[in-house]
């Protein structure tokens, strides 16, 4: 896949979201990547959420859950995953 534009953030980018909670850390960037792939730490809040539902047509999201709870709804079927 061939990315269009320049990448808005690179590798050590912070993004703070007080509103929602959410505090990422951008540790790969697409565009230099090999493998084209963006990885970046998201911490949240507890009670924190996103800003609404939406997607990514184009990317494959994973995630792993280091301690406590969050939920996803896919499909709009609410999945919970627990730290183990």
């Known amino acids: 896949m061939s990315l269009p534009?320049?990448?808005?953030?690179?590798?050590?980018?912070v993004f703070d979201n007080p509103i929602t909670g959410e505090h990422v850390v951008v540790l790969t960037d697409p565009y230099t990547n090999p493998d084209r792939?963006?990885?970046?730490?998201?911490?949240?809040r507890p009670g924190a959420r996103v800003s609404g539902p939406h997607i990514h047509p184009e990317s494959t999201e994973r995630f792993h859950v280091v301690?406590?709870?969050?939920?996803?709804?896919?499909?709009?079927?609410?999945?919970?995953?627990r730290h183990r």
């Open 5 to 13: 534009h320049p990448s808005p953030a690179g590798r050590g980018h």
């Open 37 to 44: 792939a963006l990885v970046t730490e998201l911490t949240a």
């Open 67 to 81: 301690r406590g709870t969050v939920g996803f709804t896919i499909g709009g079927t609410e999945r919970p995953r």
